[in-house]
């Protein structure tokens, strides 16, 4: 797989006296590209570690220079949804407080154009509402109609069709409103972030060796006794790269496979779980070794998702970890202990971590190192020799291979000759030393 090289976009400095003005000409990301000289003119390479993902969850992205603003209201349930808190209940009573005053001001129109505030004495003049002598009166009897409260006072007569019709729109309306306003509240109150809450990801993720192959490892657990029902997990690794053809793609994602196709992926989060992503010629961790991660910057986002088991909502938690939480050469503490009829889980050690023997290569140089082990030495050299020139490499080597088949003590003694003349005539070459260090790369 193409390992990924983070290749900073680079902008020559003008030195003419238009600097500021062509810096201000180039685009946000390349701007910030620029590099900051101190007074003494040396720029600081200390640069703060940024996270795509927060550890609580919480994307760490911006979105600026947005002109299709209508598009947010083009879907405003979900807009007001989104919405804090603060803004969410300043909005619902807004709604339903501007809906009382213009309902109430038209009821008071129709009295002031019927003439009804003009006969609030006369007890032969049938208004269109009973009791309605003021604007205060009109504004309480549009709650008492909208909310269907009905104290009694107030009450629309039948000599009034305006106010009849007034009297469906505001019932209907009503209802609109009630039904559009409630129902983003309940959504609200009902969203399952807060589920994610009790969804907690280890602190670290550690390397190590399992089942003597290098594995990428981080643990996951569900504080709750109710379940979440189908879980999954998925990791993506998060790191600039460039293109063979120069392009530069920041923040590139490249899947992580912690079981997909062996169905690893799919959980019972019933206690905690260590997930294991296996480093091998398809993971984009396979040229990567200790001194390379604690150089480099990337980050890995891990998601977890599920339905909830007491609203089946679907919810999902998502942590990350920086180049310096990934710990190399380190193992995650058990935390789950048989006790009298039931498991135990200890909270206490859930992120605790202790350190284990290790490799420091990558998973590629393992590999290679592991297969020369496994190869004959015979065959090995008589490939190195016969590279360099040797006609008789590959006789020898079939003589060496029948020495080492056939247990005669004859046919050892060969062996050992052919062996020692191959060593005789490498020296007398002075190929030794090139074969050796060939072997070692």
Known sequence: MEQDVECPAIVKHPTNHNTTTKKQKLPKQAREEIPKFSR????????????????????????????????YFTDIFTTLVDLKWGFNLFIFVLVYTVTWLLFGFAWWLIAYVRGDLDHLSDNQWVPCVNNLNSFVAAFLFSIETETTIGYGYRVITDQCPEGILLLLIQSVLGSIVNAFMVGCMFVKI????????????????????????????????????????????????????????????????????????TGDDRLFLVSPLIICHEINQHSPFWDISQAYIASEELEIVVIL?????????????????????????????????????????????????????????????????????????????????????????????????????????????????????????????????????????
């Not at 643990?219 to 600039?240: M, T």
């Not at 290790?358 to 190195?384: F, G, H, Q, V, Y």
Request: hydrophobic share 30%; proline share 2%; charged share 30%.
């Open 40 to 71: 003494t003119g040396e720029r600081d390479k200390r640069r703060q570690t940024q996270r795509y993902v927060r550890k609580d969850g919480k994307c760490n992205v911006h979105h600026g220079n947005v002109r299709e603003t209508y598009r």
């Open 190 to 261: 009902s969203q399952p972030k807060k589920r994610a809450e009790t969804l907690v990801f280890s602190t670290s993720a550690v390397i190590s060796m399992r089942d003597e192959r290098l594995c990428l490892m981080f643990r996951v657990g569900d504080l709750r006794n109710s379940h979440i029902v189908e879980a999954s997990i998925r990791a993506k690794l998060i790191k600039s790269k460039q293109t063979k053809e120069g392009e530069f793609i920041p923040l590139n994602q490249t899947d992580i496979n912690v079981g997909y196709n």
């Open 305 to 441: 998702e599920g339905m909830v088991e007491a609203t089946g909502m679907t919810c999902q938690a998502r942590s990350s970890y920086v180049s310096s939480e990934i710990k190399w050469g380190y193992r995650f503490t058990p935390v789950l202990t048989l006790e009298d009829g039931f498991y135990e889980v200890d909270y206490n050690s859930f992120h605790d971590i202790y350190e284990t023997n290790t490799p420091s290569c990558s998973a590629r140089e393992l590999a290679d190192m592991s297969n020369r082990a496994r190869m004959p030495i015979t065959w090995s050299l008589a490939s190195k020799l016969s590279q360099q020139g040797f006609p008789d490499a590959q006789e020898n080597t079939q003589d060496t291979k029948t020495g080492v088949i056939d247990e005669d003590d004859g046919l050892k003694s060969n062996m050992a000759d052919d062996w020692n003349n191959l060593e005789q005539t490498a020296e007398r070459n002075g190929d030794v030393a090139n074969i050796e260090s060939e072997s070692k790369v």
